[in-house]
């Protein structure tokens, strides 16, 4: 497993955000933005699309207990269908990053293109969250937190097996919408009706 950087540079309060769920067929996009001591390590943090579900749930309790500050925020379907996914996932880390309880100085970003956060710089970093540790650590919240709120849909709507994909385009969930059709939960933008099965990929983040 490669080591995560423990920071991006050394003299300002860094806040790693990430978010997770965008390219989903239905429920929330959730971001998280976190604030850890730069002496935080643990040797399972990485990219949590790396990582098994149980190591994820285990690094959310150590990340909540041990981090200076963290934020988790979603943006719902209806809103996503509103402004677009990309606008909304930049909506749900500002939204996180507005949670925190210190103010970060600099904002470290996964990806490579953000809407500036007023009054913080930021520097956007392609597949960060398997190079520094806070975003890392965004990701893990980001992604168990969008999870268990799918699994809690699940029960509203058990044809789709949120409880197993997520809300992603698996051969489950497309054969369950053209069977019973779309739920309040999904994404009316992604023209998923319309759209040919073979344009979408199974795996879940």
Same mark, same amino acid.
């Given at each position: 497993?490669?080591?995560?950087?423990p920071?991006y540079?050394d003299?300002l309060l860094e806040?790693? !955000?990430?978010?997770a769920?965008r +390219? !989903?067929?239905a429920?929330?996009? !959730?971001?998280?933005?976190?604030?850890?001591?730069?002496?935080f390590?643990?040797?399972l943090?990485?990219?949590?699309?790396?990582l098994?579900a149980a190591?994820?749930?285990?690094?959310?309790?150590?990340?909540e %207990? &041990?981090a200076?500050?963290?934020?988790v925020?979603?943006?719902?379907?209806?809103e996503?269908?509103?402004?677009?996914i990309?606008?909304?996932?930049?909506?749900?880390?500002?939204?996180a990053?507005? %949670?925190?309880?210190v103010?970060?100085?600099?904002?470290?970003i996964?990806?490579?293109?953000?809407?500036?956060?007023?009054?913080?710089?930021?520097v956007?970093?392609?597949? +960060?969250?398997?190079?520094?540790?806070?975003?890392?650590?965004?990701s893990?919240?980001?992604?168990?937190?969008?999870?268990?709120?799918?699994?809690?849909?699940?029960?509203?709507?058990?044809s789709?097996?949120?409880?197993?994909?997520?809300?992603?385009g698996?051969?489950?969930?497309?054969?369950?919408?053209?069977?019973v059709?779309?739920?309040?939960?999904?994404?009316?933008?992604?023209?998923l009706?319309?759209?040919t099965? &073979?344009?979408f990929?199974?795996?879940?983040?």
């Open positions: 497993m490669p080591s995560l950087l920071y540079q003299r806040a790693g !955000c990430d978010e769920g +390219g !989903c067929f429920g929330p996009v !959730c971001a998280a933005a976190v604030v850890l001591p730069r002496d390590h643990h040797p943090l990485n990219d949590s699309k790396q098994k190591q994820r749930d285990l690094l959310r309790t150590v990340i %207990k &041990e200076i500050s963290f934020g925020a979603m943006v719902s379907n209806e996503i269908d509103r402004i677009n990309l606008k909304a996932s930049f909506l749900a880390m500002h939204n990053i507005a %949670k925190l309880a103010i970060p100085e600099l904002l470290l996964d990806g490579n293109r953000f809407t500036p956060y007023t009054g913080i710089p930021h956007c970093h392609v597949k +960060g969250d398997g190079k520094f540790t806070s975003i890392a650590a965004a893990i919240l980001a992604k168990t937190y969008r999870d268990e709120w799918m699994e809690k849909a699940h029960f509203e709507y058990p789709y097996g949120w409880n197993q994909n997520k809300g992603y698996t051969v489950v969930h497309r054969k369950a919408i053209a069977e059709g779309l739920s309040p939960y999904h994404r009316l933008s992604f023209r009706l319309q759209e099965p &073979e344009l990929a199974e795996e879940t983040e």
